[in-house]
């Protein structure tokens, strides 16, 4: 291995070792606890290494959410292959989404609440966010109904979702009525 190829692995590392520690300390504390002198403090290297990876913490919440849409995507991909009807994939899919969020809220608000500087629904939005936006849209498409668009079928459901997880969280919602919830989305916005 080059010298080169050497330093990239360890930039590599370290980055991840960043995110893991910046997204572990927003899981335990929330974002307001995650600084980048707490950061270099909990990693043990200086905060000029950190923002030689991060110009800040708006761009780690940025890779944490980058990191979380990719394991949303998989499970809800996960999810939905073990289902064997169109309305166990709908249902597997939401389900899946409001267990996500209800396990990885600082993931969460970083994918969905915070400024991470990242692009939603253009042309330069990251691969990992147009990639679970595919995976909601792969199970949600063939239960649009006729006339309707898949795409914006996708994202009125997504939307009834994120509605769920944020006004669970927030306790407006009672969490023992999660079930019936998931079957009233899935029987009559899904309709199937």
């Known amino acids: 291995m080059s010298v080169k190829e050497r330093k990239e692995r360890e930039r590599a590392e370290r980055e991840r070792l960043i995110v893991a520690t910046a ?3 927003a899981e335990q504390q929330g974002w307001d606890a995650v600084t980048t002198r707490r950061l270099a403090e ?3 290297y200086s905060q000029p290494v950190l923002y030689s990876h991060f110009r800040g913490k708006r761009e780690i919440i940025g890779a944490v959410a980058l990191e979380g849409a990719a394991e949303l995507a998989a499970a809800v991909r996960a999810a ?3 289902a064997n009807s169109p309305r166990e994939r709908v249902a597997a899919l939401a389900r899946t989404y409001l267990d996500f969020a209800a396990r990885n809220p600082a993931v969460y608000d970083a994918l969905f609440q915070l400024d991470g500087g990242l692009a939603y629904a253009q042309e330069d939005t990251p691969e990992p966010l147009k990639d679970a936006f595919a995976a909601l849209l792969e199970c949600l498409a063939e239960v649009a109904g006729d006339g309707v668009h898949p795409g914006m079928f996708t994202e009125v459901f997504w939307a ?3 509605g769920l997880a944020t006004l669970t969280r927030a306790g407006r919602l009672l969490p023992e009525d999660a ?3 998931v ?5 009559r916005l899904a309709m199937v």
């Not at 079957?183 to 029987?187: A, G, P, Q, S, T």
């Open 23 to 25: 997204r572990e300390l």
């Open 42 to 44: 909990r990693i043990e």
């Open 80 to 82: 939905a292959s073990r």
């Open 160 to 162: 009834a979702l994120h």
């Open 179 to 181: 079930e019936p919830r």
């Open 183 to 187: 079957e009233l989305l899935v029987d």
